[in-house]
């Protein structure tokens, strides 16, 4: 018998059993609020009785919520209850990525925001203020990850104007942080466009090959198939687009390292980007919002805001201790700037993820990833000093470690395009190919003709699987690489790179200049490299498509002339 039904059998009140139930919650919830998200398994049993306790005590206030009310109960208390589960959910989902959690989250927000738990007494008092200010940044956080655009913007004008309305109402209170989480959500909506979302980052069984249907790596080139199980992904440049500690570079990371769970993605019935980059006259249309029960689990993914180097490596360390036999870690990196001091005699540079005078305490070095190489890596260093970090191949520990790093210099850009506007280039060719050769151009999601870039997605999502089948059937292929080729999320990383190598070795404006293009360690058979002709064909396609050739330098038997009709006929 359950420990309310004990107590009603008792003739205890039921307020008091209700209120009873409400400290046994908050003790538990207090506990796991500040536990890290990248220590899991360990905490397991902490978050079911957790749940549990909160599961009883949602399902008891449902039950008797007459009497409740009668008894003094405040519908803010309620939504207090449901805010905390749905704190929960998305706790959840950030330890284990699963979807499920993420969609459940949202459910819980949603009832609140509909009902209005909070409106009662909302400018009467100002702790309750801060419990919707702090619901609704929450709320947005979800949103983002759910790409629930629609609720999106409700949310953003709420936000605005009960702030202000805070400010006027309640003026001995400061609210200058919360004028801030405005300018930051108005900044990152900015740049996280429709046209951005035109197709989703996530991984998408409608747009993407099954993992089923991936080509094998022969075995004599990969002795053993990984997986990415897990990543870890962080990003400090100064100024740039964040809101609470997501940036916009680990947002589209995180994304892209995850299986898209509808069934379906955008229905769009409008044949041209409107103004504010969105889908003609068409929305956004879950017509499956389940996760797919024959797909793998997402790899879990721990999201590092600003870490200083021991919590860098506290969390690399953990990781790594947990890392199933047949897993991958992968490690994102961004960061601007390069720094020296401090280094070793074979380290040329750092990844500095804090203020410049802390002498080294919140730097990266190639070196400290050399106890983690015991164990399978790939890391991805966005920073124009990340050739620095070529040094962890020469010196690994066990494992050849995979690297995918950005070019030294970032290529001019026909668009109004900047870090602390757009995010980074290199990322976004890892995480939205096309958008980002349409930014390069100087296209945006107001000038861009819908079918026309259908056409385009066509072709080269064609060509990237063409590509892969190209890898991997080399026999010259490294074993590094061909040991996660069979990865989706690794393979699409790898096709994306060669895309964004071969589209910067043909930019016109750095043609033959090294410091402009990313680089690939191990390399890559010269079979799939640029300037291969079957590569500058694709990217010629691409460009005749949007007419903007003349950006690009082809070899001489590589011309429009050549491919006019075979464009047609896409």
């Known amino acids: 018998m359950s420990q309310p039904q004990q107590h009603l059998n008792s003739n205890i009140p039921v ?17 796991i609020r500040d536990l890290p998200y990248y220590q899991r398994s360990r905490h397991d049993t902490y978050f079911s009785n957790v749940f549990k306790v909160y599961t009883q005590l949602w399902k008891f206030q449902q039950e008797n919520r007459q009497k409740l009310i009668e008894a003094g109960l405040k519908r803010w208390e309620i939504g207090e ?60 956080t979800v949103c983002l990850l759910l790409n629930r655009r629609e609720v999106l913007q409700k949310l953003v004008d709420q936000l605005k104007v ?17 004028k801030v989480v405005v300018l930051e959500i108005g900044r990152f909506l900015k740049a996280d466009t429709a046209f951005m979302n035109v197709r989703p980052l996530r991984y998408s069984l409608v747009l993407d090959s099954h993992p089923d249907n991936l080509p094998h790596v022969p075995v004599a080139v990969a002795k053993r198939n990984l997986k990415l199980r897990d990543a870890v992904l962080s990003s400090f440049h100064h100024n740039e687009v964040k809101f609470s500690e997501l940036t916009i570079d ?61 919590h860098f490596v506290a969390v690399l360390a953990t990781i790594c201790e947990e890392l199933p036999l047949d897993g991958v870690l992968l490690v994102y990196l961004s960061a601007s700037g390069a720094g020296s001091s401090g280094a070793g005699h074979n380290e040329s540079g750092c990844l500095n993820f804090g203020s410049r005078g802390d002498k080294g305490s919140n730097c990266i070095y190639p070196s400290d990833f050399l106890p983690f190489t015991r164990r399978p890596l790939l890391l991805v ?22 690297m995918l790093l950005s070019p030294s210099r970032l290529p001019p850009i026909a668009s109004d395009f900047s870090h602390s506007s757009n995010g980074s280039l290199f990322t976004m060719f890892l995480t939205a190919p096309l958008q980002s050769f349409c930014l390069l151009l100087g296209f945006s999601g107001t000038d861009i003709d819908l079918d026309l870039y259908n056409k385009a997605e066509t072709l080269l999502s064609s060509s990237l699987n063409n590509w892969g089948m190209a890898l991997a059937s080399s026999d010259t292929l490294d074993p590094v690489w061909g040991q996660v080729l069979g990865d989706p999320f690794i393979r699409r990383l790898l096709l994306r790179f060669i895309f964004c190598q071969t589209v910067l070795t043909l930019y016109a404006p ?15 058979p010269t079979l799939v490299l640029p300037p291969s002709y ?11 498509i949007f ?23 896409l």
């Open 547 to 569: 007419s903007a050739t003349k950006h690009f330098i082809f070899s001489e038997d590589v011309s429009p002339e050549t491919i006019s009709t075979n464009v047609d006929q």
């Open 250 to 310: 680990t947002f589209r990371m995180l994304q892209s390292l995850e299986w898209e769970p509808s069934g379906s993605f955008y229905q769009s019935s409008g044949s041209k980007l409107s103004q504010n980059g969105a889908a003609g006259t068409g929305r956004v249309s879950y017509l499956q919002d389940i996760a797919d029960p024959t797909l793998p689990a997402n790899p879990r993914k721990a999201i590092l805001y600003r870490p200083s180097l021991t």
């Open 15 to 31: 307020s008091e059993i209700f209120w009873t139930l409400v400290d046994k919650a908050d003790k538990k919830f207090s506990k």
């Open 162 to 178: 009960l702030v202000e309305e805070c400010k006027r109402v309640f003026q001995d209170s400061d609210f200058k942080e919360w």
């Open 81 to 140: 209850i449901a805010s905390r589960i749905g704190q929960l959910y998305f706790g959840q989902y950030m330890r284990t990525s699963d979807f499920n959690y993420l969609s459940e989250s949202y459910i819980f927000y949603e009832a609140i925001f509909t009902r209005d738990y909070f409106k009662d007494g909302l400018f009467q008092d100002v702790s309750i203020a801060n419990k919707q200010l702090r619901f609704l940044a929450r709320f947005l």
């Open 534 to 544: 079957t590569y500058q064909s694709v990217i010629l396609h691409l460009a005749s």
């Open 381 to 402: 260093i966005d920073n124009e000093n990340s050739k620095a970090f070529k040094v962890i191949a020469e010196a690994s520990k066990g494992e050849s470690v995979a």
């Open 510 to 524: 750095v043609y033959n200049q090294n410091e402009f293009l990313p680089t690939c360690v191990p390399s890559l």
